[in-house]
């Protein structure tokens, strides 16, 4: 199969529909269920501007092993032009949501290319995962396949338990393992997209400690998300039926967390990447080259949503005509300044991208790490100023429903401005109100704050990987010190 358009993947979820639960009751169809349906199409409007002839030429590809148009994000950088090109197909699908799609298919669709590329590593002490890799990599590219993930076990405290921090008796583990394939039981958070998803990939949790039972927490596969004893359980769903014109993101970008339940779930062995071996489990993302291309895309969706907050706050001021007070100025600047150094980060990946031990023209982790580390600090910081810019024209909402009603006339000359139309001005500020402070903006922010897992860890992490050595012997050789 080619690359899908939407009314393929939205045909996908329906055939094979998954268990999910939403507010207590089983979904039958997440295509047509009001608090699901819209995310849903929004998705699938990715899929068809991947075949929109305009731009196809940039979304898709020619896939070498079936002569078909496959989507970019499946692409393997032998170039720089390569890793450029994927960049821009990303952005396309990054700047259709304003970066409020966290979980695009292509985030997943660049790890199984890095999974595929660095076979071996799978294969190292059961040479058949090495062939499962390259097999789902290529079955997920020529079906064009919607994935989410997971790779967090659930926590009923803080306290560290057990062989993964936490408890063992919930956290996701082999209970069987047979000659056809393993089967598993227990629980994960959090995958985003689950319910809007063809198939799941889990990964290893995080780090797991080296005790008698660890193999067993051990673990790598992909299976569809209708596999028997498989359940989604979504939290509440930010698309409460209001139209676009009251939440223009809420209404079209719900992409639904969800805890996933295994629950005696089989995985045949063709489906499996890694089982039981603790050494590789814990090494993989770094060792395999997929977080380089993880990180390119998440930043790549960064820099769209910089984008997008800086022009709904450039708005913000054109309507209010408040571009001329110094504090308003000073506010602008600082989005400009996040937007700038997110993208500077970006370039300066694919500036410095080398080929890596798998062949595979990588991006430049360092540089990605620190846009990595700074957007959950930038972000909060970014709904702030909008906050801030909105003030109480933030307050100031009527919904669609009032410039319908006998009083339309009277709330569109109050709250008309030199430039805008009252009804204008009120989109402006509603598109603001739902980054900035409505229950979808909330997420948005919560999300990005611990998008990469905690803040303090992943500066752990930087600061044990950056390379400090050079700019140490600079400041030696200042000095005299040899």
Request: glycine letters at 6%; hydrophobic letters at 40%; a negative charge.
């Amino acid at each position: 199969m080619p690359a899908r358009n939407g009314k393929q993947y939205l045909q996908g979820l329906k055939d094979n529909s998954a268990e999910v639960w939403l507010e207590g009751e089983r979904v039958r169809d997440v295509t047509s269920h009001p608090g699901l349906r819209r995310g849903a199409q929004s998705v699938a409007n990715l899929y068809d501007l991947q075949l929109d002839a305009s731009v196809s030429d940039e979304m898709t590809y020619t896939s070498q092993t079936s002569g078909e148009q496959v989507g970019m994000s499946f692409v393997v950088p032998r170039t720089l032009e390569d890793l450029e090109n994927r960049r821009k197909m990303m952005t396309r699908w990054a700047r259709t949501s304003g970066g409020m799609l966290g979980r695009t298919p292509d985030y997943l669709n660049v790890i199984l290319m890095a999974c595929a590329e660095a076979s071996s590593y799978f294969g190292a002490n059961r040479p058949e995962f090495a062939q499962n890799a390259i097999y789902y990599y290529q079955h997920a590219r020529e079906n064009d396949l919607a994935l989410t993930h997971t790779l967090v076990n659930v926590r009923r405290t803080r306290s560290a338990q057990g062989t993964t921090g936490t408890d063992e008796d919930v956290a996701l583990h082999i209970t069987d393992e047979r000659d056809d394939g393993i089967v598993v039981k227990g629980a994960r958070v959090l995958a985003t997209l689950g319910p809007l998803s063809d198939e799941i990939m889990v990964f290893p949790s995080t780090v797991l400690r080296t005790t008698e039972d660890a193999w067993r927490y051990a673990f790598a596969f992909c299976i569809p998300c209708n596999t028997p004893g498989l359940k989604f359980v979504c939290r509440e769903s930010f698309d409460i039926g209001r139209s676009n014109f009251d939440h223009p993101l809420g209404s079209r970008f719900e992409e639904m967390d969800s805890i996933v339940l295994f629950d005696d779930v089989f995985i045949p062995w063709e489906r499996v990447y890694l089982s039981g071996d603790i050494e590789l489990c814990n090494t993989l993302f770094v060792a395999t080259g997929s977080e380089a291309h993880m990180m390119h895309q998440v930043i790549t969706k960064n820099v769209a949503k910089s984008e997008f907050l800086l022009g709904v706050a450039c708005l913000m001021v054109e309507s209010l005509g408040s571009g001329g007070i110094p504090q308003v100025q000073e506010r602008v600047a600082e989005l400009i300044l996040d937007m700038g150094v997110m993208k500077a980060c970006l370039r300066a990946s694919e500036a410095d991208a080398k080929i890596d031990q798998w062949g595979v023209v990588a991006p430049d982790k360092d540089h990605l790490k620190v846009a990595r580390n700074l957007f959950p600090r930038m972000y909060p910081r970014m709904t702030e100023l909008l906050q801030l810019l909105g003030s109480s024209s933030l307050m100031m909402l009527p919904t669609e429903a009032d410039f319908e009603s006998p009083i339309q006339s009277e709330v569109n000359d109050i709250l008309a401005t030199d430039d805008l139309s009252g009804l204008q001005r009120v989109k402006v500020f509603r598109l603001a109100w739902d980054i900035a402070a409505s229950s979808f903006g909330s997420r948005q922010t919560l999300y990005e704050r611990f998008f990469f897992g905690d803040p303090t860890r992943r500066a752990i992490s930087l600061y044990n990987s950056y390379d400090k050595q050079p700019v140490m012997d600079r400041v030696k050789e200042f000095l005299e010190l040899d």
